[in-house]
């Protein structure tokens, strides 16, 4: 009966019994009101597809998770651009677990009922090769009852195409159009370019997880999973999947199979080793390095013919993973739920899992290199290693636990303009800058290199990892709108605060999805004539320039209107801008002349 139900896995996946799924309360998704259709017409409604992972021909050991990821954008696809009903990956390989896990009968009853449930209408399936240049897909639909092909696609891509999902997306449009769906314009749209940075890191994280969930490797799946989740919250096999973890090895059991407490202690020790391994051997970024690529000239010594060359970058700490914090706390609320550690003392995870320092060298520093090459590719200069370039993090997360102080931060927020001394025959039209980064600690008067993370990005690199979901939410502040007439005071209005350089130049940029209802706070310490970037947002505005230094309430200068794509430039004695939906002042009466009460402490707590 077992070997039967092993080989009748491949034929189960048809079924269609949860095609639907209840989110746990772990990770939500955000409430937003019902969607229009990304289709014109039924969109397919009344058929049903099961989606299989492609059969992989020629994938190196590192590429095993493609096919899942493959099949996970599939899947990702035909669920939101039709009303075609998807089968569900998460709670069918719950069943296969359980029915497989050796704890019913040979003639259970659960096994008599695996063929009694219904297949899907079609079923989509198909092949994908590795080649010198790229990848061969070849995908066909096969309708269930009668066995034949509703469509088939067949082409080549490039490994771009593929990491980009770009690949993916051009064959399920055509195959959604075969089966009879016709997305909508906006739709299509989407569907023909590539996917944006941050729902690919969650198909790709996904699909490693479910593949290091399918090798029993619990610790590497539960990372993976929460990073998919975090990543992009849009992707309902994600957030499902990581709910299902995070409650099943909270609740301490891991498993019906577990017989004995020398076994449970057992597993315990081993998801414990496992976690802490791979938290040192996959460090978090601890910092990130984000530079202007434009060279710019400074003096020229004319003596020595040489001229001065400099660019921009900024330095700053990065806050620990969110999913490996969740991955930690989780892991430790299970070991505690078996109320049996007084007796097993196995050691909870704690910060030195990740931390890789003592108490006493909790400060890891960060060497900036850089080098300036010419055209030929030669370096024409470097930057010196001084001591002014080696930046202190504190690495302040607690041995006690990753809930109070979980983020590396910066000592303080460094903005340096990196200088290059360069002889006037090596100069040439074009000019390239690389940065790299070292970390390391003082460790008894010696130096020791660490194995942390520092990520160099170029400013356009890092605004393309934004993606088109923005900047990351800033800190909210509330504030009141005063007349300066009668001094009837407006309720109060919460709204986010921009406290970095890129929060404060680039506003709301890249923000697409916000549904335009953002409303946003600047403050600076004096006054000047500024810009703020709003090119890539895609709503009309309406800004309040501020001014009177915030010593006091300060005062609304003059209020204007901002169509998409537009810059703000702010006046020469304007020290604030409030950027809200276009007419929101009108609407609720606020005028130029109002005064404006920020009633969170510390008017100070930004730096420009």
């Known amino acids: 009966m077992k070997i039967f139900l092993s080989m009748i896995i491949t034929i189960l996946i048809v079924l269609t019994n949860c095609i639907s799924t209840e989110n746990p309360t772990k990770i939500s998704t955000p409430s937003q009101p019902a969607p229009a259709p990304l289709w014109t017409g039924d969109g397919g409604k009344g058929m049903s597809i099961t989606i299989l992972a492609p059969q992989a021909t020629g994938l190196a050991e590192n590429q095993a998770y493609l096919p899942a990821m493959v099949q996970g954008e599939f899947v990702a696809n035909f669920d939101t651009y039709s009303a075609i009903s998807v089968l569900d990956r998460v709670r069918l390989d719950e069943q296969y677990s359980e029915l497989l896990s050796g704890y019913y009968s040979d003639d259970a009853q659960a096994g008599m009922d695996l063929g009694k449930l219904t297949p899907t209408s079609h079923i989509l399936g198909g092949n994908i090769t590795k080649t010198s240049t790229g990848y061969v897909l070849q995908m066909h639909i096969t309708k269930t009852d009668d066995k034949t092909t509703t469509g088939s696609y067949s082409g080549n ?36 370019k590539a996917a944006e940075v941050n729902h690919v890191n969650a198909q790709t994280a996904l699909a490693q997880g479910i593949v290091a969930q399918r090798q029993g490797n619990t610790v590497e799946a539960m990372a993976r999973i929460y990073e998919a989740a975090a990543y992009d919250t849009s992707i309902k096999e994600a957030t499902a ?54 060279i710019k000239q400074g003096a020229t010594d004319y003596n020595k013919r040489t001229a001065d060359l400099y ?3 900024e330095l700053r700490g990065a806050e620990y993973p969110p999913a490996y914090i969740k991955m930690i706390e989780d892991i430790n609320a299970g070991l505690a739920a078996t109320r049996r ?4 003392k196995l050691q909870p995870l704690t910060a030195k899992a990740y931390t890789q320092s003592a108490l006493w060298e909790n400060e890891i520093r960060i060497r900036i290199n850089a080098e300036l090459t010419n055209n030929n590719g030669r370096v024409i200069a470097n930057m010196s290693n001084d001591d002014d370039n080696n930046v202190r993090f504190s690495d302040i997360g607690t041995v006690s636990g990753v809930g109070n102080g979980s983020s590396f931060r910066a000592h303080y927020y460094l903005r340096p303009k990196i200088h290059f001394t360069v002889n006037a025959n090596d100069i ?51 504030l009141i709108f005063i007349s300066n007439w009668d001094s009837v005071k ?41 810009t703020i970037d709003i090119s890539n947002y895609i709503f009309p505005l309406s800004v309040a320039f501020l001014g009177n230094n915030f010593y006091d309430d300060t005062k609304i200068i003059i209020i204007r209107d901002f169509e998409p794509g537009q810059t703000i430039n702010t006046p020469k004695n304007c020290d604030g801008v409030i950027i809200v939906p276009k007419g929101w002042f009108q609407q609720n009466g606020i005028k130029s002349g109002y005064l404006v009460s920020v009633l969170d402490s510390s008017l100070y707590s930004w730096r420009d």
């Open 428 to 478: 040439t039209d074009q000019m390239t800058i690389r940065v790299t980064a070292t970390t390391f600690r003082y460790r008894w008067n010696t130096i020791e290199r660490t194995n942390n993370t520092v990520q160099v990005l170029t400013r356009s690199e890092f605004l393309t990892q934004v993606g088109t979901n923005g900047l990351p939410p800033m800190k909210k502040v509330n």
């Open 241 to 294: 999947r990581a709910n299902s973890m995070s409650a099943n090895i909270r609740t301490g059991s891991m498993g019906q199979n577990i017989r004995n407490d020398i076994a449970w202690r057992d597993e315990w020790k081993k998801i414990l080793d496992d976690a802490t391994k791979y938290l040192k051997a996959n460090p978090p970024v601890i910092a990130y390095i984000i530079y202007d690529p434009a």
């Open 490 to 530: 407006s309720p109060v209005v919460i709204v986010e605060e921009a406290m970095s350089d890129d929060d404060r130049y680039f506003g709301l940029s890249y923000r697409q999805l916000s549904q335009g209802k953002d409303k946003l706070l600047i403050r600076y310490q004096y006054q000047a004539k500024r």
């Open 311 to 313: 660019f921009e970058l």
């Open 341 to 344: 550690n007084d007796t097993w």
């Open 157 to 192: 891509f490039t490994f771009a195409e593929m990491d980009n999902l770009s690949a993916i997306r051009l064959v399920s449009l055509d195959l959604l159009q075969k089966m009879g769906v016709t997305p909508t314009t906006a739709a299509q749209s989407v569907l023909k």
